[in-house]
């Protein structure tokens, strides 16, 4: 960016230098002087709207991005939630038989020793 204004800076002196050096009046010297930084405000002006357009459209992206991010983890993690329910459900079910079958099993036992 700095080779770039030195570049820009180098031009603009050496067009002074030649405006001032050419062989017209100083009338004309100074319209032409007046012209050419009008271009290149002008030029300037177009280039820092193109610039504010790209911006933007990044921005836009990036928003977009960002908002497409968050919607996919929400729903990753309403699916980690729905699994670990599921778990949590299926672990009671066996727990619930487990616990049934050791107290089935128990209540056998103590039917043997008490008939026994």
Do not use: C
């Not at 921005?59 to 983890?73: L, P």
């Not at 329910?85 to 009671?92: L, V």
């Amino acid at each position: 960016m700095a080779k770039g204004m030195n570049v820009i800076a180098v031009a603009a002196a050496g067009f002074i230098a030649g405006m001032l050096l050419a062989p017209k009046s100083g009338k004309e010297t100074r319209q032409d002087i007046m012209d050419k930084a009008s271009g290149a405000k002008r030029a300037a002006g177009e280039k820092a709207d193109h610039m504010k357009d790209v911006m933007n459209d990044v921005g836009s992206e990036v928003s977009g991005f960002a908002h497409n991010a968050k919607r996919r983890m929400g729903r990753m993690i309403d699916e980690e939630k729905d699994m670990l329910d599921e778990a949590k459900t299926r672990a009671n079910r066996v727990s619930g038989k487990v616990s049934d079958a050791a107290e089935q099993e128990m209540q056998s036992d103590a039917d043997k020793k008490r008939l026994g």
